[in-house]
C-alpha cells in the first residue's frame, strides 16, 4: 500500500488548485446567478491540457491518469460546481467513449480536438422516456444505403450547445429474442436536422450547460458507428462507470468547500460569549463532515487507481458515486446550518453549494440506479 | 545562451503557519516555488524563447525540492540542479547556500543567472547578491522589465515605487520582482515531459567543498510568530476633543511621537 501521490500528480493538484482559485472561483457566483456556461474558462482549461488529461499524447492528451483527472474535477468542484460538472461531462462522457470505443481514424478525427482543448463533446443518452433505463429508448437510426438516419429527442444533455460532436444512442433493430439493439453515433452538432436549445431553467450547477437535442432525419455516414454497432447499451454503461467517478470527485470538491466555510465561519462567529466552533452541538458536525469527506475521497481514489491498474472498478465506482453525492448533500445541509440565518442568503454561497450537490444524487444514474448497481454487483440475484 | 535561475522551495505563507520551540513545523506546510523565484523562472524561459539556448534551475536542498524542480520543468525550463546539503548537520544560513552556488556556478559558462528578490520565508534578499559578488560579476536587483541585445542589456528596476534605468552588460545576475511578468501555469503535457528531462543530484563533494566551507555565518535564535491584532480603540466627541486624545494617546500609550 502506498497512500503518497506522484510527483506528477501532486504538481498538477497544485496547478489547477491555484488556477481555479484565480480563474474559476471569482465567477462562481456569476454563472450561477445568470446561467451562463463560462465557455472562457473551458478555453483556457483547453490550453492547459486539462480537458486531454487520461488519453494519451497521440491524440492531443497528456497521458495522465484517472487519479490525477479525479485530483483536477475536485479542485475545479471546489472553486465552482457548474464548472466541475461540465468539466467531468466533456471528458468523460464527451471524450471517452471516441477514445475507449472508436476507430482509429474517428480518434484522429474527433478526439483529437476534443483532448487538445479546442472544442468540447457532449454525450446524448438520456430522453425523456429513458436514461438508466435504456430499454425505453426512442431515438431510432434507420439504415440507408449510403448510412444512417436518426430521429427522435435527447434531454438534459451537458455542454451539448457548446460540442461540436454530441455521441448519441438510437435504436437500429431488435434482437432474434425481440429486444433493442443500441447503437452509438458520434453526431457533429452542424449536421442538418441536428437542432440544440437550452430551455431549461435549473436548481442548481446553473453555470453548467444542460441541452435539449431534436433529431430531424439527420444523417450520418456508416464511419460514424462508434464501436461495435450491437454493443452500444454495453458500451455506455462501461462510459457510465468511469463517469461516476469523476461525479464522486465533483461531491468531494464540493463539500470540501462548504465544510473549510463551515469551519471558518464556526471558528469566527460568537454567540453566548464564545466561538460557535467551541460548543459539543457544532464540533460534533464539522467532525462528522470532515470524516465524511475523508471518507468519500478515499473511495473516489480507489476506483480510479483500480481503474488505472485495468482492475474491475464498476463496484467501487457505484461506492464512490453513491456515498459522495449523498455525503455531500447532507455536508452542505449541515454546513448550511452552522451559518444560520447567513446561510440561507445567498452572498454566502453555502445555498448555491447545496442546490448544486443535489444534481449529483440524480446525474449519471440516481442513487437508487447506484443501489442497484451495487446489489448486482454483490450477488443479490444470483 | 546559457540561461540560470536560482530557486528556493518555501512553504506557501498563505496558508496557516505553526511554529513549535522556534521551529516551523513542516508536517502541515504547503510548500511551492518562492513566488519572486517563479517570476525569475517565467523570465528564463521567454528568454530562452526569443534568444535560444537553454534553462537550467539550480536549488539548494533536500530530495523533497524535487517537487519544485520538477514543477519548474513542467512550465518549460531544460535542466534542473539540486545541490544536496541533507547530510550536512548543522544549520545552514545565506553564506553557507550562496557559497554553495557560488561554487556550482565558478564551474559552468552562463550568460546570465535570475533569482527572486526575496524568498517569503524570511525575505532576507540575501542569497542572490552574495553569488554576483563570490563570481564577481554584475547584479541588478528588483528588476521590472528586461531587454537584451548582444551583450548588452536594458534594465528597469524598483526603487521604492520609482523606475530606475540601467545599462549594463552579460554576465549578469538580476533579481526579479512583481511586474516583470505573469508566470504561466504548467501545462498537463509539460508536467508529463518534465518526467523525462534532466534532474541532477550533486552534493559538496562534487563542488569541492567541505562542510566547514559553508559553516553559517549567523545563528537564529528564535523564531515566534507576529502577535496577534488587538481590536481597535475607536475616539468620541467633538473633533478638537479627539485630536486631543489621539495626540495624548500617540505620546503617553504607543509613545511614538
Known amino acids: 500500500m502506498d497512500f503518497e501521490l506522484t510527483n506528477e500528480q501532486q504538481i498538477t493538484k497544485s496547478m489547477v488548485k491555484e488556477f481555479a482559485e484565480q480563474e474559476i472561483a471569482p465567477k462562481a457566483i456569476e454563472v450561477d446567478r445568470n446561467a451562463r456556461f463560462p465557455i472562457?474558462?473551458?478555453?483556457?482549461?483547453?490550453?492547459?491540457?486539462?480537458?486531454?488529461?487520461?488519453?494519451?499524447?497521440?491524440?492531443?492528451?497528456?497521458?495522465?491518469?484517472?487519479?490525477?483527472?479525479?485530483?483536477?474535477?475536485?479542485?475545479?468542484?471546489?472553486?465552482?460546481?457548474?464548472?466541475?460538472?461540465?468539466?467531468?461531462?466533456?471528458?468523460?462522457?464527451?471524450?471517452?467513449?471516441?477514445?475507449?470505443?472508436?476507430?482509429?481514424?474517428?480518434?484522429?478525427?474527433?478526439?483529437?480536438?476534443?483532448?487538445?482543448?479546442?472544442?468540447?463533446?457532449?454525450?446524448?443518452?438520456?430522453?425523456?422516456?429513458?436514461?438508466?433505463?435504456?430499454?425505453?429508448?426512442?431515438?431510432?437510426?434507420?439504415?440507408?444505403?449510403?448510412?444512417?438516419?436518426?430521429?427522435?429527442?435527447?434531454?438534459?444533455?451537458?455542454?451539448?450547445?457548446?460540442?461540436?460532436?454530441?455521441?448519441?444512442?438510437?435504436?437500429?433493430?431488435?434482437?432474434?429474442?425481440?429486444?433493442?439493439?443500441?447503437?452509438?453515433?458520434?453526431?457533429?452538432?452542424?449536421?442538418?436536422?441536428?437542432?440544440?436549445?437550452?430551455?431549461?431553467?435549473?436548481?442548481?450547477?446553473?453555470?453548467?450547460?444542460?441541452?435539449?437535442?431534436?433529431?430531424?432525419?439527420?444523417?450520418?455516414?456508416?464511419?460514424?458507428?462508434?464501436?461495435?454497432?450491437?454493443?452500444?447499451?454495453?458500451?455506455?454503461?462501461?462510459?457510465?462507470?468511469?463517469?461516476?467517478?469523476?461525479?464522486?470527485?465533483?461531491?468531494?470538491?464540493?463539500?470540501?468547500?462548504?465544510?473549510?466555510?463551515?469551519?471558518?465561519?464556526?471558528?469566527?462567529?460568537?454567540?453566548?460569549?464564545?466561538?460557535?466552533?467551541?460548543?459539543?452541538?457544532?464540533?460534533?458536525?464539522?467532525?462528522?463532515?470532515?470524516?465524511?469527506?475523508?471518507?468519500?475521497?478515499?473511495?473516489?481514489?480507489?476506483?480510479?487507481?483500480?481503474?488505472?491498474?485495468?482492475?474491475?472498478?464498476?463496484?467501487?465506482?457505484?461506492?464512490?458515486?453513491?456515498?459522495?453525492?449523498?455525503?455531500?448533500?447532507?455536508?452542505?445541509?449541515?454546513?448550511?446550518?452552522?451559518?444560520?440565518?447567513?446561510?440561507?442568503?445567498?452572498?454566502?454561497?453555502?445555498?448555491?453549494?447545496?442546490?448544486?450537490?443535489?444534481?449529483?444524487?440524480?446525474?449519471?444514474?440516481?442513487?437508487?440506479?447506484?443501489?442497484?448497481?451495487?446489489?448486482?454487483?454483490?450477488?443479490?440475484?444470483? | 545562451m546559457n540561461i540560470y535561475v536560482i530557486m528556493k522551495r518555501t512553504f506557501d505563507t498563505e496558508e496557516k503557519i505553526v511554529i513549535n520551540d522556534g521551529v516551523i513545523d513542516e508536517d502541515g506546510a504547503e510548500f511551492i516555488i518562492n513566488p519572486y523565484d517563479e517570476y525569475a523562472i517565467e523570465e528564463a524561459i521567454v528568454l530562452r524563447d526569443e534568444h535560444g539556448g537553454e534553462v537550467t534551475v539550480v536549488t539548494v536542498g533536500d530530495e523533497d525540492a524535487e517537487k519544485e524542480l520538477r514543477t519548474a520543468l513542467a512550465m518549460g525550463a531544460d535542466k534542473a540542479v539540486l545541490i544536496d546539503v541533507e547530510d550536512v548537520d548543522e544549520e545552514l544560513d545565506h553564506f553557507s547556500i550562496s557559497k554553495a552556488l557560488t561554487a556550482y556556478f565558478s564551474k559552468k559558462e552562463y550568460d546570465i543567472i535570475l533569482g527572486g528578490n526575496v524568498a517569503v520565508d524570511d525575505g532576507a534578499g540575501q542569497v542572490a547578491s552574495r553569488v554576483a559578488e563570490g563570481l564577481g560579476i554584475n547584479q541588478v536587483t528588483t528588476i521590472t522589465s528586461l531587454e537584451i541585445d548582444g551583450t548588452a542589456v536594458n534594465i528597469e528596476r524598483d526603487v521604492e515605487g520609482d523606475v530606475e534605468k540601467i545599462e549594463t552588460s552579460l554576465p549578469l545576475l538580476v533579481t526579479c520582482q512583481q511586474g516583470l511578468n505573469e508566470p504561466r501555469y504548467p501545462s498537463l503535457p509539460g508536467i508529463m515531459k518534465a518526467k523525462k528531462k534532466p534532474l541532477d543530484t550533486i552534493d559538496l563533494d562534487d563542488l569541492d567543498l567541505e562542510e566547514e566551507d559553508v559553516e553559517a555565518k549567523t545563528k537564529t535564535i528564535d523564531r515566534f510568530l507576529p502577535p496577534e491584532k488587538q481590536a481597535g480603540k475607536i475616539l468620541e466627541g467633538e473633533v478638537d476633543e479627539q485630536v486631543d486624545e489621539l495626540v495624548q494617546l500617540l505620546r503617553n500609550e504607543a509613545k511614538v511621537i
Open chain 1, 40 to 382: 472562457e474558462t473551458f478555453q483556457k482549461m483547453g490550453e492547459l491540457g486539462l480537458l486531454g488529461i487520461p488519453f494519451p499524447e497521440k491524440y492531443g492528451g497528456a497521458g495522465g491518469d484517472t487519479i490525477t483527472y479525479a485530483l483536477c474535477v475536485e479542485e475545479i468542484g471546489k472553486a465552482c460546481a457548474s464548472t466541475g460538472l461540465s468539466y467531468a461531462a466533456a471528458v468523460s462522457l464527451g471524450a471517452s467513449p471516441i477514445y475507449q470505443f472508436g476507430t482509429e481514424k474517428q480518434k484522429q478525427q474527433y478526439l483529437m480536438p476534443l483532448a487538445s482543448g479546442k472544442t468540447l463533446g457532449s454525450f446524448g443518452l438520456t430522453e425523456p422516456n429513458a436514461g438508466s433505463d435504456a430499454g425505453g429508448t426512442q431515438t431510432k437510426a434507420r439504415e440507408e444505403k449510403d448510412g444512417y438516419v436518426i430521429n427522435g429527442e435527447k434531454c438534459w444533455i451537458t455542454n451539448a450547445q457548446y460540442a461540436s460532436t454530441v455521441i448519441v444512442t438510437a435504436v437500429t433493430g431488435k434482437t432474434t429474442s425481440g429486444k433493442n439493439i443500441i447503437s452509438a453515433f458520434i453526431v457533429p452538432t452542424d449536421t442538418k436536422g441536428f437542432k440544440i436549445t437550452s430551455p431549461y431553467e435549473k436548481m442548481g450547477v446553473r453555470g453548467s450547460n444542460t441541452s435539449e437535442l431534436i433529431l430531424e432525419e439527420v444523417k450520418v455516414p456508416k464511419e460514424n458507428i462508434l464501436g461495435d454497432r450491437q454493443k452500444g447499451f454495453q458500451q455506455f454503461l462501461h462510459t457510465l462507470d468511469g463517469g461516476r467517478i469523476s461525479i464522486a470527485a465533483l461531491a468531494v470538491g464540493i463539500a470540501q468547500k462548504a465544510y473549510e466555510k463551515a469551519l471558518h465561519y464556526a471558528k469566527s462567529r460568537k454567540q453566548f460569549g464564545n466561538p460557535i466552533a467551541s460548543f459539543q452541538a457544532i464540533q460534533f458536525k464539522l467532525a462528522d463532515m470532515a470524516m465524511e469527506i475523508e471518507a468519500a475521497r478515499q473511495l473516489v481514489l480507489k476506483a480510479a487507481w483500480l481503474k488505472d491498474n485495468r482492475k474491475p472498478f464498476k463496484k467501487t465506482a457505484s461506492f464512490a458515486k453513491l456515498f459522495a453525492s449523498e455525503m455531500a448533500t447532507k455536508t452542505c445541509n449541515q454546513a448550511l446550518q452552522i451559518h444560520g440565518g447567513y446561510g440561507y442568503m445567498r452572498e454566502y454561497e453555502i445555498e448555491r453549494m447545496l442546490r448544486d450537490a443535489k444534481l449529483l444524487e440524480i446525474g449519471e444514474g440516481t442513487s437508487e440506479i447506484q443501489r442497484l448497481v451495487i446489489a448486482r454487483e454483490i450477488g443479490c440475484l444470483e
